[in-house]
């Protein structure tokens, strides 16, 4: 029988031997943590399910991943649709550093919406 609960006796009383499943250990980023934070506070049911089901740490591994892949595809997209490039790079650094920043700050509102907080 798959779920047969054994039990261990202490001291006259007898607990069940319960263990959660084994779990990844995969390390996380800045984009797992906030979804970590954001599952807590407000996807508690999601938050309990995957932590008793063992998939908390895979779960969010894959949020990351999810994440990075879109800002990678995101960034260079937008660049070239601003008309971002090497030239403006060689010609006006400061100019290139500050559209960068902004098309990264967007990049990553686009992926906080779509990925981390959906």
């Known amino acids: 029988m798959k779920n047969k609960i054994t039990y ?3 001291n ?3 607990y069940p031997d319960l263990a959660l499943p084994k779990q990844t250990n995969y390390p996380l980023g800045k984009y797992a943590n906030l979804r970590l934070d954001f599952i807590k506070k407000h996807r508690r049911g999601t938050y309990t399910t ?11 591994h894959d949020i990351d991943l999810q994440a990075h892949a ?3 595809d ?9 008309g971002i490039d090497e030239d403006l790079k060689t010609y006006d650094a400061l100019q290139w550093v500050a559209e960068m920043n902004n ?4 990049a990553e509102e686009i ?7 959906k």
């Open 8 to 10: 261990t006796e202490h």
């Open 12 to 14: 006259g009383l007898y």
């Open 50 to 60: 995957l932590l008793t089901e063992g998939r908390l740490n895979e779960h969010l």
């Open 70 to 72: 879109m800002l990678d």
């Open 74 to 82: 995101i960034i260079p997209r937008l660049a070239k649709e601003r």
């Open 103 to 106: 098309i990264k700050a967007a």
């Open 111 to 117: 992926v906080l919406k779509e990925v981390i907080y």
